[in-house]
């Protein structure tokens, strides 16, 4: 077994490590489906409810390096309250966006995502709801990543690191669920945007999701940018 050096990981990474959130193993309830997906030492629990295949709770045993433990608790963080068909759509770029793993450690990653796909499988005949798009993963309590002198640069270097952060925090999870979403122009500091995809029939367009982007910009880039979506081309 292979042990990765501390100094490789981030603060976030490290704190997943010594506290781990996930960690056990899950008993069946009423309502619940009770689905397992073993890769190896790993193994995965979900509990997903029958009515509509969001995942109620995850947890994980496993014996392996530090690495693979911050890859669990990832990946179940970004589970929780996803549904089945969602989770088989993770990748594992997607589950490092928290961690910034170092790449010899992406094995790890995949070994997870086999297991949850593995579990996922057992689900297939549950029913989905109609109208569901996966919001960005909230940003930390008390993280705060203003991007320095963005009041200063001009409208074209504004709408472009508004452009890179949607992409890297805001497009992968919209993705899940064959949304997408696009920059239309910026007037001071409000930031239009124009759902496309499954996006466009969903109610959390104007809700969930619209507060979870406007939270991104806010927290990235900077407090004082609202997010203000165009809807003229929603379907409800």
């Not at 798009?133 to 008390?142: E, L, N, V």
Request: charged share 25%; net charge negative; proline share 6%.
């Amino acid at each position: 077994m292979k042990s990765y050096p501390w100094q490789s990981y981030t603060k976030k990474t490290i704190q997943k490590i010594l506290h781990p959130q996930y960690e056990g193993t899950l008993t069946a309830r009423p309502g619940m489906r009770l689905v397992n997906g073993t890769e190896g030492s790993l193994n995965i629990d979900f509990l997903v409810d029958e009515t509509d295949g969001v995942i109620a709770d995850v947890r994980y045993t496993h014996f392996g390096s530090t690495a693979l433990v911050a890859s669990l608790e990832a990946a179940c963080a970004l589970a929780m309250r996803k549904n089945y068909a969602q989770v088989r759509r993770f990748t594992a770029d997607l589950i490092d966006k928290e961690l910034h793993l170092p790449k010899e450690t992406f094995s790890h990653l995949n070994l997870v995502l086999s297991a949850m796909d593995m579990a996922m499988e057992k689900c297939l005949d549950l029913p989905l709801p109609e109208e569901y798009i996966a919001p960005p993963m909230p940003t930390s309590p008390g993280e705060v990543c203003e991007y320095p002198g963005f009041k200063d640069l001009d409208k074209t270097k504004k709408i472009a690191i508004i452009e890179q952060m949607i992409d890297t925090e805001v497009r992968p999870y919209i993705e899940l669920d064959d949304g997408g979403i696009r920059i239309v122009d910026l007037k001071g500091d409000e930031v239009l945007i124009a759902y496309e995809g499954a996006c466009t029939s969903c109610y959390s367009a104007t809700g969930a999701t619209l507060n979870a982007i406007s939270q991104a910009l806010k927290t990235k880039i900077h407090p004082d940018l609202e997010v203000k979506p165009d809807l003229s081309n929603l379907e409800f």
